[in-house]
């Protein structure tokens, strides 16, 4: 049985953390959450979830054999945050993909290292995703999409078919993308939008139809 570690805080880190217990739990899947890895000093437990130590222990976990999804991403700051997971210095033998038992990946699926479908979400035929993606519940993915590293597909998210999307985006709840679009390096679509053009890397568009609202770099608070 695999024992897994979630790395964040409350918000996703809690969600992947609870539909693990769950699918374990209802559906019998052979992974078990260990606890989730946080920096905030004094902090026994998030949400009922035992806190095992700060994301600096990662390396001493992943040497006894535990594996590790990666769950701090927001709007902004995602290369700090991608630089974050990399320097925890955790093999990618040791990320975990998890998929719940009761979300859809069609066959021909390519899940990366440490991605995540959660439940009721649906991945088409011939669809990549990367490393570290979170693919949220009740999201939609079309078929014959590409959806790079450390992206966040957010709950009811719609995805289109033939849609490229680059690293490190961000696509807000209950947000829709027509087929064939592209998505830039760090961009973000907000809640609620319509894409149905183009967003350059590191803009956020928001709105119906989405449009330029700001650069990423406008919104970073670390």
């Known amino acids: 049985m695999d024992k897994v570690i979630v790395i964040g805080g409350p918000g996703p880190a809690v969600s992947v953390g609870n539909a693990i217990m769950h699918a374990a739990k209802n559906f019998g899947s052979k992974v078990e959450l260990a606890g989730i890895l946080n920096d905030n000093a004094g902090v026994d437990d998030i949400n009922g979830i035992p806190v ?42 040791n990320f975990f993909t998890f998929v719940h038992p009761l979300a859809y990946v069609a066959p021909g699926v390519q899940l990366g290292a440490g991605s995540v479908v959660m439940p009721n979400a649906c991945v088409s035929h011939n669809t990549k995703i990367g490393v570290g993606s979170l693919i949220m519940s009740n999201a939609y993915i079309g078929h014959d999409t590409s959806i790079g590293n450390h992206c966040f597909i957010a709950a009811a998210a719609c995805i289109g078919s033939y849609v490229t ?47 330029f609202h700001k650069k990423v770099s406008d919104s970073i608070k670390y």
């Open 52 to 93: 095992l130590g700060v994301l600096s222990t990662a390396e001493k976990f992943a040497s006894e054999g535990y594996k590790f999804i990666f769950t701090i991403y927001k709007i902004g700051g995602q290369p700090e945050r991608i630089r974050l997971f990399n320097s925890l210095g955790v093999p990618e033998s």
């Open 165 to 211: 999307i680059d690293d490190g985006v961000w696509i807000g709840f209950n947000t829709t993308v027509r087929g064939r679009q592209q998505i830039g390096k760090f961009a973000a679509a907000g809640i609620g939008s319509v894409v149905v053009s183009d967003i350059p890397e590191e803009e956020i568009w928001i709105g119906n139809p989405a449009r």
